[in-house]
């Protein structure tokens, strides 16, 4: 009887298992399934370079059906709305019933926009391609007005909202008004020192305004209140972008497994759930512990890392071979922080500048999930800028 393998979100997590599972040399390949809402993979750590056109969006968002059309992955776009876990069968939106000996838990998270009145209304959130194009389509609309100044106000001053700070700050240039607002102390409080000064440097450099210990209490359609301290000032606002926090995808949080204090699933360190060994959970949908019991972190190389030991933990399950416990190694963090600027610190290094801005390039696009994609990639690379001034040269010729 043919193993039928069911991964639910095609983030990096879901994708890389997939891919992953799919070079794994089986006695009797199983039956491999991939569903996601999406049509498109999204390279979300380069989704800010659409804002400043460094980018296009086929670059970082390839087609599931063309990064998988040369394994046996089989894509199925649908919306996933329930469970069966007695049954042990995924349903669909478009009624296709999917049944699995493994399932793979992999539905990322969501911006939650119930903490504060006004933001499910009127701020925008930065997770997906969606969501790019509609801040693109806000952009556009204001740069084309007559308006003098462009407020932008960034809640949250984590990785997200300080690279899509740097960004707008860079596009709108001295139109652009763009306030980072956050409840602590400091910006990234997370991260590196060095990281976290270059990017205060980055900030200062574009005349970003940064409002600490500030907390935003109402969003309202062209204003946003913020209460620092015991006072409560209401400011003028073009655009108000929401980057706080990750909610735990709503078909994670109605299902009857066991869950850590955050709300989400308890793994081993196999990222086998509790108590339900033929179902794993990697990503935002887990709090994922190594084989010292130590929590990872939900980022993207954390995600990449899950999947390699999934993939292999699955194989390991259904071929009667040992399971490896999780291993994480940190290997740092990568700042954008313009289109010529970023921040590095990792295994020892530290790069402030355009070498840094390279490297993070260099390194993603490693990432990237297909050789075939990531050579696209590089060869658009290496020739768009000769394009570039190619036509320039011809527009300077016929002026």
Same mark, same amino acid.
């Given at each position: 009887?043919?193993?039928?393998?069911?991964?639910?979100?095609?983030?990096?997590?879901?994708?890389?298992?997939?891919?992953?599972?799919?070079?794994? *040399? =089986?006695?009797?390949?199983? +039956?491999? @399934?991939?569903?996601?809402?999406?049509?498109?993979?999204?390279?979300?750590?380069?989704?800010?370079?659409?804002?400043?056109?460094?980018? &296009?969006?086929?670059?970082?968002?390839?087609?599931?059906?063309?990064?998988?059309?040369?394994?046996?992955?089989?894509?199925? &776009?649908?919306?996933? @709305?329930?469970?069966?876990?007695?049954? %042990?069968?995924?349903?669909?939106?478009?009624?296709?019933?999917?049944?699995?000996?493994?399932?793979?838990?992999?539905?990322?998270?969501?911006?939650?926009?119930?903490?504060?009145?006004?933001?499910?209304?009127?701020?925008?959130?930065?997770?997906?391609?969606?969501?790019?194009?509609?801040?693109?389509? &806000?952009?556009?609309?204001?740069? &084309?007005?007559?308006?003098? %100044?462009?407020?932008?106000?960034?809640?949250?001053?984590? *990785?997200?909202?300080?690279?899509?700070?740097?960004?707008?700050?860079?596009?709108?240039?001295?139109?652009? $008004?763009?306030?980072?607002?956050?409840?602590?102390?400091?910006?990234? %409080?997370?991260?590196?020192?060095?990281? $976290?000064?270059?990017?205060?440097?980055?900030?200062?450099?574009?005349?970003?305004?940064?409002?600490?210990?500030?907390?935003?209490?109402?969003?309202?359609?062209?204003?946003?209140?913020?209460?620092?301290?015991?006072?409560?000032?209401?400011?003028?606002?073009?655009?108000?972008?929401?980057?706080?926090?990750?909610?735990?995808?709503?078909?994670?949080?109605?299902?009857e497994l066991p869950k850590t204090a955050s709300g989400r699933l308890e793994v081993t360190p196999t990222l086998q759930v509790v108590d339900h060994p033929e179902i794993f959970a990697l990503g935002d949908a887990a709090d994922a512990i190594d084989e010292q019991g130590q929590v990872l972190p939900h980022t993207a190389q954390a995600a990449f890392q899950q999947a390699d030991y999934a993939?292999?933990? #699955? =194989?390991?399950?259904?071929?009667?071979?040992?399971?490896?416990?999780? +291993?994480?190694?940190?290997?740092?963090?990568?700042?954008?922080?313009?289109?010529?600027?970023?921040?590095?610190?990792?295994?020892?290094?530290?790069?402030?500048?355009?070498?840094?801005?390279?490297?993070?390039?260099?390194?993603?696009?490693?990432?990237?999930?297909?050789?075939?994609?990531?050579?696209?990639?590089? #060869?658009?690379?290496?020739?768009?800028?000769?394009?570039?001034?190619?036509?320039?040269?011809? %527009?300077?010729?016929?002026?």
């Amino acid at each position: 009887m043919t193993q039928q393998i069911c991964i639910l979100g095609g983030g990096f997590s879901g994708l890389y298992t997939a891919l992953r599972l799919s070079q794994l *040399p =089986w006695d009797t390949p199983p +039956r491999l @399934t991939l569903v996601d809402q999406h049509d498109r993979f999204v390279f979300t750590p380069l989704l800010y370079e659409l804002l400043t056109g460094e980018l &296009q969006a086929w670059e970082i968002a390839p087609p599931f059906v063309e990064v998988l059309k040369d394994t046996p992955v089989i894509f199925h &776009q649908a919306t996933v @709305t329930a469970i069966d876990l007695s049954a %042990k069968t995924v349903q669909c939106n478009d009624t296709q019933v999917i049944p699995y000996t493994a399932l793979v838990l992999a539905l990322g998270g969501d911006t939650p926009h119930n903490t504060v009145p006004g933001v499910r209304d009127y701020a925008l959130t930065f997770r997906t391609l969606a969501d790019a194009y509609r801040l693109e389509e &806000q952009l556009r609309l204001r740069e &084309q007005s007559s308006t003098d %100044k462009i407020r932008v106000v960034v809640v949250g001053a984590g *990785p997200s909202g300080v690279e899509l700070a740097c960004k707008l700050a860079e596009r709108l240039g001295s139109r652009g $008004r763009i306030r980072l607002v956050d409840r602590n102390t400091d910006i990234l %409080k997370a991260s590196p020192e060095f990281n $976290r000064k270059a990017a205060l440097a980055a900030l200062e450099d574009r005349g970003v305004w940064i409002d600490l210990e500030t907390t935003p209490v109402a969003v309202h359609p062209s204003a946003i209140a913020l209460q620092y301290k015991d006072r409560v000032d209401e400011l003028p606002v073009d655009i108000v972008l929401w980057t706080v926090g990750t909610a735990v995808s709503p078909l994670i949080a109605n299902l009857e497994l066991p869950k850590t204090a955050s709300g989400r699933l308890e793994v081993t360190p196999t990222l086998q759930v509790v108590d339900h060994p033929e179902i794993f959970a990697l990503g935002d949908a887990a709090d994922a512990i190594d084989e010292q019991g130590q929590v990872l972190p939900h980022t993207a190389q954390a995600a990449f890392q899950q999947a390699d030991y999934a993939a292999w933990n #699955l =194989w390991a399950s259904l071929s009667d071979r040992p399971l490896l416990p999780l +291993r994480y190694s940190h290997l740092g963090e990568m700042l954008t922080l313009g289109t010529d600027r970023a921040a590095l610190s990792g295994l020892g290094l530290t790069l402030d500048g355009p070498l840094a801005y390279l490297a993070r390039r260099l390194t993603y696009l490693y990432r990237m999930p297909t050789l075939e994609h990531q050579l696209k990639v590089a #060869l658009n690379w290496v020739t768009r800028p000769l394009i570039e001034i190619v036509s320039g040269v011809d %527009k300077e010729g016929y002026r």
